[in-house]
């Protein structure tokens, strides 16, 4: 049930990605072309996006568990430190530089045109590669658990 | 400002939403792209269904709007392939790092006000902002 539920939200949310048109990259890099001719679409969804989710999650708050699982896993930290800084501002010349993010990239997947495929190929790479960095990275204090699922932001 | 288009924007933006409300209160996940796809290339197999559930239910989205008459997604890109390349290196390793997206940091971390994926957000909202100014504006181009 929990895989079938998933599947239909990753549905619902291609569809809001592909209505929205923030799988077409020159929306995207309108948006963020605040110097060019400025399209605010971008910013529309993400407040309708927040909106309605944080409803969602509201609701989900004064509930003890999930309709399908034991537990909500909400992400449990708050501090801003140097990876997520670090990450963001590489994450954001990634984007800047082509207008694609993962979920766009993956709902355009479909097309299976060359970029699109290329560009899956290195993010991939690019998410393996941070692995093995961090492993190397954090080699040293190796009494760090495995990072539990709630840890993840996003 | 053209291609200017708010109610289409808010009607997806909705819908994306509602998916990751949904996804909360389904299973009690946060419906961050990165996390999902991450996670699902080096998790444990138990744990790996419902991301690669959800990854089919991005994929299969657009084939299913080909049966209301939607052309398959295939965006013009201006960038060469070598530039493609690396900025899907930049963005596989840049949301791992920073463990998120647009979507796990953007959407979720704003609706639950975490500082932390609204300061996430921030930054690289303003990287790609000025990204984009160097690329098309900077340098004399």
Known sequence: MQIAASFVCGLIFGAGLLISGMTDPQKVLGFLDIFG???????????????????????????????????????????IDTPLVGGAVVFGIGWGLVGICPGPALVNLAGLSLPIVVFIAAMILGMIGHAFWGRHATAPHAVQSPALPSRADG | MHNFTPLSGLLGGALIGLAAALLMLLTGRIAGVTGIVGDALH?????????????????????????????????AMNASLAVIAIAGLLVGFGTRMGNGCTSGHGVCGFARLSARSIAATCIFMLTAIVTVAIVRHGLGG
């Open chain 1, 37 to 79: 001719a400025w399209d605010a679409t971008l910013a529309f969804v993400m407040a309708g996006a927040v909106a309605v989710a944080a409803a969602g999650f509201a609701i989900a708050r004064r509930r003890s568990a999930p309709a399908l699982s034991a537990r909500f896993l909400w992400p449990d930290r708050n501090d």
């Open chain 2, 43 to 75: 998790g444990s197999s138990d744990d790996r269904g419902w991301r690669i559930a959800f990854v089919a239910g991005l994929i299969a989205a657009p084939l299913i709007a080909t049966l209301f008459g939607a052309p398959l997604p295939r965006p």
